[in-house]
Structure formats: C-alpha cells, structure tokens
C-alpha cells in the first residue's frame, strides 16, 4: 500500500473545505480530491460563455429526467462558492424546527448552531448590503414592495473590499478581485498552510470501505488513480456524493440513498421600462424579501439579473421578435422567485450508467410558484414596465439530498455524528444530507453543519476538541 492518509477529502466546497480547515489545523494529514480545475482570480475566464463551460458540470447544463429543470453545481476547486453570489443567512426557526421534528435531532435549533455559525463567520468578511450599493434595478425592487407594503431587507454577502465599480456580475464566473468569500480565498488557503494537499482535476469513481482505512478510485487526468486513507470525507454535493455512493454499490446496504432530492427551483421575470435600468452594473444582488407572508406561502422574491447569454436563454421564440428583447437589455429589470420545494426527487444510475435526476415539479410546487410569479408581475406593472416576461425555464438551484440525515439506515444515510449508517470511516456533511429545503440560501449552513462534522471526526480520531461558544451574529 502507497501512503495512508488520516483523511482524504472527495470536493473542495463549502464542505470540504470547512472540514479540511478543521482537520488540517489540529494537525492530520489531509489529501483533497477535486475534479475540476483551479483558477485563481487573475485566470478565471472573463466571459459568460467560457465561465459556464469551464466551471461548471456539463456546462451548467444538468438536466431533470422529463428536461423541465437545469441544475447549476460547480466543478472547479473551491465548488459551487465560486460561482455563486456568496450570500451568507442562518436559517430561520421555521426551517432548524423542521429538520428537528423530521430527524429528531436536538442540535438543529438556533440555539445549539448558533455555535457553529459562529466559528465559520469569524473566519468570513462580511458585509451587509447598503443604499449606496444599489443599482437600478434593486431600487425598482424597493420602491416596489414599499408600494405594497411587502417587507424586505439587506442581502448579507460574504466581500472584502470589493470596489466592484460596474462588474459585480462577472463574480458568477469567479471573483477577478480575490474578495468574494469564496473557499478559495477563505478556508482553503489556511488549510493548504496547514498541509493540506489538493490534486485537482481528479474524478473518484468509487469509495471502498473497510475496517481499518478507506480505498478511493477515479482518474486524474484521464489516469487511473487510488488512494488510501484512515477516513473518508465526501463532500461533492447532492449530485455528486449521491453518485459516488451509487457507483460504490451501496444501495442495497442503504436503502434510502438517492431519495429525497429537493432544490430550490426558480423562475425569473423580466421587465422592460422606457428608461434604462443597467441591471448588469454594479452589485446586482442587494436586497431580499423579508415578507412572512412569502414565507409561509413557500417562496421568496430575489433581487437579480443575469447576463445576456442566460437572458437569451430565458426569453422564448427565436428570430426578429427574440432580437427585438434582446436590443432592450440596458431596459431590463428582473426579479426571481424561488420556491422552498415540497415534492421530493430522485437520483438513480441508468443503464447506461449515467445520473438520472428524476425531479418533477409537485402539484403545490407549481401553484407555489405561479403564486410568486403573479406577486412580480403586479409588481412591474405597478411600476410603470412596458413589457412583462416571466420565462418558462425552470432553473434548480441550491441542490440538496439524496443522503439524508437520520437516525436510523432504513430511511437516512447518514447519522447524528454525520458518519454513513454501518460505515465508520465515512462521512458526509454537505448539502446531500439536507432532509428537506429550507427555503433559504444553504451555503452558510452546509459550512456551519461542516464544522460541526469536524469536531466529530476528530474526536473519533482521538483528538482534543475545544468547543466554540457562542457570541451573537456577526456584523
């Protein structure tokens, strides 16, 4: 056997990257797989299309079985916070009370994660969103829902120092300035300082776990690879971890694995007004619903834009009429609704030994979602639009299940110390072991749930844990 590793990490997102952190500072040897490639803020591709094709999966093109969705996930080093937004909230009472009464799992309370969110936000610079970092399109936004009467609030985003003048959208393709709060700036440069070794560009086909260590298999540049290790982390999402543990044969062993895939599935609506709005410049995320109205009906209203690729993609119909949307981009506001999704899904291999998503949208989700879209439209008409699109494409965002968290191994995967049901030496922590959608942006959570992981995994390794107390919500 070639070097035994005490933990290899499989991805380099918000989980892997907590957790290599964690492990790394109290001094174990950590190996991070990674299947994409690593840029840095000075190599990132500086345009939509190269971006979509170069850091995402199948460029960003996962699509449902029946083709209704298109999943985004990420696949370069630093995951899916490199081509998100960063936008850092704690879930709420309604969304912990639910996965307690569904795990029957006391730490999930604000109380008891408050602890962890803690320890991941001092490690963070963050930043709420003010007036002065509004651009058009979030003051129509405001003035909009204050004309209702619909509640709101700042976006909290993880910046530093980010003088984004009128390119703030380029950060969907990865931060050129090094200040979005991405892993790559964050917690991965402390673990690499620490020790930790990343191979990027390694896919793991297979996990195989023994007694006593844990053998890892994939390719590394189309070359075969494997490696050994005491313990086993993975932590390639929903998609991905899922896959991995259905391609390492165990879903006789665990027969849960696979269900429950949830998401946040999104529509946006796009309005054309007589004045220019520039919805591509500047912050173009900056405030959110804060409505408990949207809340208790299953769905939030988001401040966004796109770039013209992705609006093009979203307006139907082709030829003069779809040239004629496009000249008027400069004209464009936009507003999303995302649905807190009830009707879960399924991840299986196909014969042909590809993933199949098998995400249909539920009779409530749909009426949820219609719901939503007709609050934006009477928003836009409200403030004066000419033209009013909601478009038919559904987009699935913030995946998460198919290796739920629970007590036992016939309807979970995955334990209270967050360990594979019957398989000591492997754990999970990302948003593969959600139990449902919380309705909320995930990544702050899936980092605080990574570093609770971590003290469980250290402790198993015989290791002294200091536990964090909690001191409040950081600016």
């Given at each position: 056997m070639?070097?035994?590793?005490?933990?290899i990490?499989v991805?380099?997102?918000?989980s892997g990257?907590?957790i290599?952190?964690?492990?790394?500072q109290?001094?174990?040897?950590?190996?991070m797989?990674e299947?994409?490639?690593r840029?840095s803020?000075?190599?990132?591709?500086?345009?939509?299309?190269?971006?979509?094709?170069?850091l995402m999966w199948?460029?960003g093109?996962?699509a449902?079985?029946?083709?209704s969705t298109?999943?985004?996930r990420?696949?370069?080093v630093?995951g899916?916070t490199?081509?998100?937004q960063?936008l850092l909230?704690?879930?709420d009472?309604?969304?912990?009370?639910s996965?307690?009464?569904?795990?029957?799992?006391?730490?999930?309370s604000?109380?008891?994660?408050?602890?962890?969110?803690?320890a991941?936000?001092?490690h963070l610079?963050?930043?709420h969103?003010?007036?002065?970092?509004w651009n058009?399109?979030a003051?129509?936004?405001?003035?909009g829902?204050e004309?209702?009467?619909y509640g709101w609030?700042?976006?909290r985003?993880?910046?530093?120092d980010?003088g984004?003048?009128n390119?703030c959208?380029?950060?969907?393709?990865g931060?050129?300035r090094?200040s979005?709060?991405?892993m790559?700036?964050t917690f991965l440069?402390?673990a690499?300082?620490n020790?930790l070794?990343?191979?990027?560009?390694?896919?793991?086909r297979?996990v195989?776990?023994?007694p006593?260590?844990v053998?890892?298999?994939?390719?590394q540049?189309?070359?075969p690879?494997?490696r050994y290790?005491?313990?086993v982390?993975l932590?390639?999402?929903?998609?991905?971890?899922?896959?991995?543990l259905l391609?390492?044969r165990l879903?006789?062993?665990l027969p849960?694995?696979?269900?429950?895939?949830y998401?946040?599935?999104?529509?946006?609506?796009v309005?054309?007004f007589n004045?220019?709005?520039?919805?591509?410049k500047?912050?173009?995320q900056?405030v959110?619903?804060d409505?408990?109205?949207?809340?208790a009906?299953?769905?939030?209203?988001?401040?966004?834009f796109a770039g013209?690729?992705?609006?093009?993609?979203l307006?139907p119909g082709?030829?003069?009429?779809h040239q004629?949307f496009?000249?008027?981009y400069r004209n464009?506001?936009?507003i999303?609704?995302a649905?807190r999704?009830?009707?879960?899904?399924?991840l299986r291999?196909?014969r042909?030994?590809?993933?199949e998503?098998?995400?249909?949208?539920?009779?409530?989700?749909?009426?949820t979602a219609?719901?939503g879209?007709?609050?934006?439209?009477?928003?836009?008409?409200?403030?004066g639009a000419?033209?009013v699109?909601t478009?038919?494409l559904?987009?699935?965002?913030h995946?998460m299940g198919?290796?739920h968290i629970?007590q036992n191994a016939?309807?979970?995967?995955v334990?209270?110390?967050f360990q594979?049901h019957g398989?000591?030496n492997?754990?999970?922590a990302?948003?593969?072991?959600?139990?449902?959608?919380?309705g909320?942006n995930?990544?702050?959570t899936i980092?605080?749930?990574?570093q609770?992981?971590?003290?469980?995994?250290?402790?198993?390794c015989?290791?002294t844990?200091?536990?964090?107390?909690?001191?409040?919500?950081?600016?």
């Amino acid at each position: 056997m070639k070097h035994l590793h005490d933990v290899i990490i499989v991805g380099s997102g918000a989980s892997g990257s907590v957790i290599a952190h964690e492990l790394t500072q109290s001094g174990a040897d950590v190996l991070m797989l990674e299947a994409g490639r690593r840029f840095s803020a000075a190599t990132f591709p500086d345009n939509e299309l190269d971006a979509n094709a170069q850091l995402m999966w199948n460029g960003g093109m996962d699509a449902s079985r029946d083709a209704s969705t298109l999943f985004i996930r990420g696949k370069v080093v630093g995951g899916g916070t490199i081509i998100n937004q960063c936008l850092l909230d704690r879930f709420d009472d309604i969304a912990l009370d639910s996965w307690r009464h569904q795990t029957r799992m006391d730490f999930f309370s604000s109380d008891q994660m408050a602890l962890h969110y803690d320890a991941v936000e001092s490690h963070l610079a963050l930043h709420h969103m003010a007036p002065s970092d509004w651009n058009t399109n979030a003051e129509l936004y405001v003035k909009g829902f204050e004309s209702k009467g619909y509640g709101w609030a700042p976006l909290r985003r993880g910046q530093r120092d980010c003088g984004s003048g009128n390119d703030c959208m380029t950060c969907l393709g990865g931060c050129p300035r090094a200040s979005k709060q991405s892993m790559l700036e964050t917690f991965l440069p402390k673990a690499e300082n620490n020790g930790l070794r990343i191979e990027s560009e390694c896919t793991v086909r297979e996990v195989v776990h023994g007694p006593s260590f844990v053998t890892v298999c994939g390719y590394q540049r189309g070359q075969p690879i494997t490696r050994y290790a005491r313990k086993v982390v993975l932590a390639s999402g929903a998609l991905g971890t899922t896959e991995l543990l259905l391609r390492s044969r165990l879903q006789d062993r665990l027969p849960a694995l696979g269900q429950g895939f949830y998401c946040h599935p999104q529509w946006m609506t796009v309005a054309l007004f007589n004045d220019r709005v520039d919805s591509h410049k500047g912050a173009f995320q900056t405030v959110k619903s804060d409505e408990p109205r949207f809340r208790a009906a299953g769905f939030k209203l988001e401040n966004v834009f796109a770039g013209p690729i992705a609006i093009g993609l979203l307006k139907p119909g082709y030829g003069l009429d779809h040239q004629r949307f496009m000249r008027q981009y400069r004209n464009m506001a936009c507003i999303e609704v995302a649905v807190r999704d009830q009707g879960a899904g399924t991840l299986r291999l196909t014969r042909r030994d590809r993933l199949e998503i098998d995400k249909p949208l539920s009779d409530v989700d749909r009426q949820t979602a219609d719901h939503g879209n007709r609050v934006v439209v009477d928003l836009f008409q409200t403030l004066g639009a000419k033209e009013v699109v909601t478009s038919p494409l559904q987009i699935g965002l913030h995946l998460m299940g198919g290796c739920h968290i629970g007590q036992n191994a016939g309807d979970s995967v995955v334990n209270e110390h967050f360990q594979v049901h019957g398989l000591p030496n492997m754990y999970i922590a990302d948003s593969s072991i959600f139990p449902n959608a919380p309705g909320i942006n995930p990544s702050l959570t899936i980092m605080a749930l990574s570093q609770r992981a971590a003290q469980h995994i250290l402790r198993d390794c015989g290791a002294t844990v200091v536990q964090q107390q909690p001191h409040g919500v950081s600016a």
